[in-house]
Structure formats: C-alpha cells, structure tokens
C-alpha cells in the first residue's frame, strides 16, 4: 500500500459520511468528496488516491467510467447495477484499472454467507424443508431485494436443486441498517439464521481495509478476493 493513501469519497450520503468516521478514526486522509457527477468528471485526483463509491444505480455506472479514465483505483459499494456488471469488467479491462465491488462490505455478512452456504448445502438432503427469506433495510433504500438478499438468494439456487426461485419479503422500516434472516422450515421445526447490523460501522470498516489492500493492484475483483487473501 502507497504511503500517501488517501480516500476520495463519491457519495455523501450517509454511508459516506461514517466511511468519513470511520476514516479519521483511523488516521486516514479523506482527500476530497464528490457528491454531484458533473462534479466528478471535472475532478482532478492526487497520486495515492482510492475512491470509495456509494452513489445510486443510475449514476454508478457513469461514475465507474469517469474514475477509470481518470486511472483512480475503485472501491464499489452501490448496488442494483449488477444486471451490467459484464459491461463494467470490459471498462476495467480496457482501461487497465483496479476495481472491487460487494453488495456488502461487512465481515461479519461474509461469515453469514459461508453458513448459509454450508447448511443450504445440508438441507439439499432433506426435502422436507421449505426454504423462504426476509429483509429489511431503512426507508431510504432504493434496491429491492437488497444486493445482500440477492446473494442470500443466489446462494440457496445454486445449493438446493429443488429450489429455482427463493421468495424474498423486503421491507422499508425507519432507520434499519440491514436485517437478514433465513428459514429453513418443515412440519416439526425451524432452523433459522439472521445477521442483524447493528451500525454502518461494520460496511465502512470493511470498505475502508478494501480500499487499503486494492492501493497498489490492477484487476477486477469482488470482496471475496481481499478476503481469501487476508483470511
């Protein structure tokens, strides 16, 4: 990692705002924050420089664009935009940049996933569960299911093979930063698994020790690569 990281942050919302937390908690330099995309492409960025996006669907891929053109490494956290993902590795590639993206940034996620993955793998086995899963998020969230639940989703598809299609209830409450749970339901019981964040502090962390380890790599990555490499 370059001794003059610095995070330029593309998105001033609230998740930009506690990576800016999390960040000073940190002895991190937040070089500059970019909240408008004209902004963006007339933005002049420094050696050392990462950015950290959290924006929305509609100007992620745009953003993604301009910052490769510009040779600034990418940490991608908006979701909805995965549809296009197959276009976004071709600018990647093109460019020679350095880009990573998740659906979630969250350590703790990620240990949730591998054990879904392992009990999905189980319940294979025995027909008589029903599977079904549920999430809530804050009322401000635009993304339904939210890109955690779809990998809950894309997770329990491939597992299970009686399993095409895995319902998913989302809700908009008030100021919840992500509750996910799982059933695994037959007549006699219920085994169920649920990851509850309780701050944004987990997804900036995450993000942040990302932005770290992708300073000085070229490539296309999601988190599962930092994460093999440091776990």
Request: charged share 25%.
């Amino acid at each position: 990692m370059s001794d003059t990281f610095k995070i330029a942050l593309i998105g001033c919302g609230k998740m930009g705002l506690e990576i800016e937390k999390q960040a000073q908690s940190l002895g991190l330099e937040i070089s500059q924050k970019i909240d408008h995309q004209h902004d963006l492409a007339s933005t002049t960025f420094r050696p050392g420089e990462v950015a950290i996006e959290f924006t929305t669907p509609e100007s992620c891929i745009s953003n993604i664009e301009h910052l490769l053109q510009k040779n600034i490494p990418i940490i991608c956290g908006t979701t909805g935009w995965y549809e296009q993902i197959d276009d976004v590795r071709h600018l990647v590639e093109k460019h020679g940049g350095s880009f990573l993206y998740a659906s979630n940034f969250s350590i703790g996620v990620h240990l949730f996933w591998q054990t879904l993955d392992f009990l999905s793998k189980k319940i294979n086995d025995f027909p008589q569960y029903d599977v079904r899963a549920q999430e809530t998020h804050h009322i401000y969230k635009k993304d339904q299911p939210s890109g955690t639940a779809k990998t809950c989703q894309h997770i329990i598809e491939q597992n299970i093979d009686r399993i095409t299609h895995l319902p998913t209830e989302s809700f908009r409450q008030g100021e919840v930063f992500g509750d996910h749970h799982l059933f695994f339901e037959s007549a006699v019981d219920c085994i169920e698994i649920n990851h509850k964040a309780k701050s944004r502090a987990g997804f900036a962390l995450g993000a942040i020790a990302c932005a770290q380890w992708i300073a000085d790599k070229k490539g296309f990555f999601n988190i599962d690569h930092y994460l093999q490499e440091k776990y």
